[in-house]
């Protein structure tokens, strides 16, 4: 991937950032308040949600922090690739799978949603707060993944792995 004529020297998000400052801060404040608030999903849940997402979408730079992060938050190693592999079988709360389904729905075919998937994340007993929440990590994090994937971002796997780790311990001590 090549990194745009403006930002030759990307190396990381925070190079982004320092380039962008004014988007960076609306992009930090949103991160805050769709990843960190109160909600219905544990901090690690919508971890996996941004990694699942990322992973459709093909963006290694993000699936590779998030599905970090959201081990991080108590996410069980390799939950990621079951889900991908299928969300029915994969070794999560059943409660859960719905959501991942919606998710998986919104991020691949966004103008296919129907009101049965809403209605099949509210069957498993999650309300409309819950499903708001899920759709905006989504939203989110299909954003994520094309400007991080439009800067020309990329690493290492265990460098991937050592951010989301940071991530998730500085985003805990707040």
């Not at 599905?67 to 029915?88: H, Q, V």
């Not at 265990?158 to 940071?166: N, P």
């Amino acid at each position: 991937m090549s990194n745009p004529p403006n930002l030759p020297d990307v190396k990381s998000l925070a190079d982004v950032f320092h380039a962008f400052p004014e988007t960076s801060r609306a992009i930090g404040t949103l991160h805050v308040e769709i990843m960190r608030r109160e909600s219905a999903f544990s901090e690690g849940e919508r971890e996996l949600m941004a990694a699942l997402v990322s992973a459709l979408n093909g963006c290694s730079y993000c699936t590779g922090i998030h599905e970090s992060a959201a081990e991080a938050f108590g996410i069980e190693p390799g939950l990621l690739a079951e889900l991908i592999e299928d969300i029915d079988t994969a070794g999560i709360d059943d409660r859960l799978k719905p959501v991942l389904h919606y998710v998986a729905k919104l991020t691949l075919q966004p103008s296919r949603m129907l009101d049965k998937d809403s209605q099949a994340v509210f069957a498993a007993g999650w309300d409309e707060k819950a499903l708001f929440d899920a759709v905006c990590v989504c939203s989110f994090y299909s954003f994520m993944n094309r400007y991080v994937d439009g800067t020309g971002l990329e690493s290492a796997p265990d460098k991937l792995r050592h951010m989301g780790r940071q991530i998730a311990a500085h985003d805990a001590s707040r």
